[in-house]
Nanobody
Framework: QVQLVESGGGLVQPGGSLRLSCAAS????????MAWYRQAPGQQRELVAS??????????NYADSVKGRFTISRDNAKNTVYLQMNSLKPEDTAVYYC??????????????WGQGTQVTVSS
């Protein structure tokens, strides 16, 4: 079992930045890919960004809506994955979730989720 704990959400003005963190309860970097999803009210959960395991080179992928604005990274010594979010827009408002998963062609989530952290972009 792996527990995931997100932090770093909050209220920010349009154009601002936030950095989300997701701490895993044990080492995951050598085997697992990780990802950030988000879910806005009344909408389905969507994949925002993912990063492959160390053994797969730590490759990153992004949803078109966040490319060039968001950056996913991982610190394997701290068992933590980050999501740096810049140039935030009101449509980025959502609950952001961390996930542990794997790649077969595309990112596939395991059933390991954090509790979520709220990001609100508003003036």
């Amino acid at each position: 079992q792996v527990q995931l704990v997100e932090s770093g959400g909050g209220l920010v003005q349009p154009g601002g930045s936030l950095r989300l963190s997701c701490a895993a309860s044990r080492s995951t970097g050598s085997i697992y890919a990780m990802a950030w999803y988000r879910q806005a009210p009344g909408q389905q959960r969507e994949l925002v960004a993912s990063i492959s395991s160390i053994s797969s080179g730590g490759r990153t992928n992004y949803a078109d809506s966040v490319k060039g604005r968001f950056t996913i990274s991982r610190d394997n010594a701290k068992n933590t994955v980050y999501l740096q979010m810049n140039s935030l827009k009101p449509e980025d408002t959502a609950v952001y979730y961390c996930n542990l998963g794997y790649y077969i062609g595309t990112y596939r989530p395991h059933d390991y989720w954090g509790q979520g952290t709220q990001v609100t972009v508003s003036s």
